[in-house]
T-cell receptor, first 114, second 118 residues
Framework: AQKITQTQPGMFVQEKEAVTLDCTYD???????LFWYKQPSSGEMIFLIY??????QNATEGRYSLNFQKARKSANLVISASQLGDSAMYFC???????????FGTGTRLQVFP | NAGVTQTPKFQVLKTGQSMTLQCAQD?????MSWYRQDPGMGLRLIHY???????DQGEVPNGYNVSRSTTEDFPLRLLSAAPSQTSVYFC?????????????????FGNGTRLTVT
């Protein structure tokens, strides 16, 4: 069964610094997709970045990049040049290929301080 | 373009009452799903559907029913509310791998329903 683990309940980072949010996953499928979502205090879920299991390059979207290490089954989110507006909950999620359901981790609360 | 619309935004129920959380999407997405979010638990999948007439259970289906009569709508029913069902509920949709579309389709979320059962 697929499983997502986020071991950092909370993280602090100073503005303009980079931060890495950890995500490990467990699947027996060779085809899968990994997603990161942001949930600000207002509550909406915002899609940030996607990485496919066959993608050779790490995904990047602006200040967000995904450090994908397939052998270690990790898909860490890297936020460069943190901003105060990055303070939020961040969720890692996985969808196995050929299936539709998306399973989420428990999330990491990131706080950016000046 | 409305995206995913959930109603109501807030609801208070007494134990034993029933209600339906509504979810509609206008993106012609095959896949629709319901999650509940509780502190420290992340988002847990309740039920999902890969198309009209097809539904399946997620991680925490007990106490909830769903149906999918149209592509657009995916209501979630609580038949007899319990305090343990106090939570924030999200509906989400995407294109479906079931129809051969890519599994990299991200979920589009509604704005959530905050449900309190007393």
């Amino acid at each position: 069964a697929q499983k997502i683990t986020q071991t950092q309940p909370g993280m602090f980072v100073q503005e303009k610094e980079a931060v890495t949010l950890d995500c490990t996953y467990d699947t027996s499928d060779q085809s899968y997709g990994l997603f990161w979502y942001k949930q600000p205090s207002s509550g909406e879920m915002i899609f940030l970045i996607y990485q496919g299991s066959y993608d050779e390059q790490n995904a990047t979207e602006g200040r967000y990049s995904l450090n994908f290490q397939k052998a270690r089954k990790s898909a860490n989110l890297v936020i460069s040049a943190s901003q105060l507006g990055d303070s939020a909950m961040y969720f890692c999620a996985m969808r196995e290929g050929g299936a539709d359901k998306l399973i989420f981790g428990t999330g990491t609360r990131l706080q950016v301080f000046p | 373009n409305a995206g995913v619309t959930q109603t109501p935004k807030f609801q208070v129920l007494k134990t034993g009452q029933s209600m339906t959380l509504q979810c509609a999407q206008d993106m012609n997405h095959e896949y629709m799903s319901w999650y509940r979010q509780d502190p420290g638990m992340g988002l847990r999948l309740i039920h999902y559907s890969v198309g009209a007439g097809i539904t399946d259970q997620g991680e925490v289906p007990n106490g909830y029913n769903v149906s999918r009569s149209t592509t657009e709508d995916f209501p979630l029913r609580l038949l007899s509310a319990a305090p343990s069902q106090t939570s924030v509920y999200f509906c989400a949709s995407s294109y479906s791998a079931y129809r051969g579309l890519s599994y990299n389709s991200p979920l589009h979320f509604g704005n959530g329903t905050r449900l309190t059962v007393t």
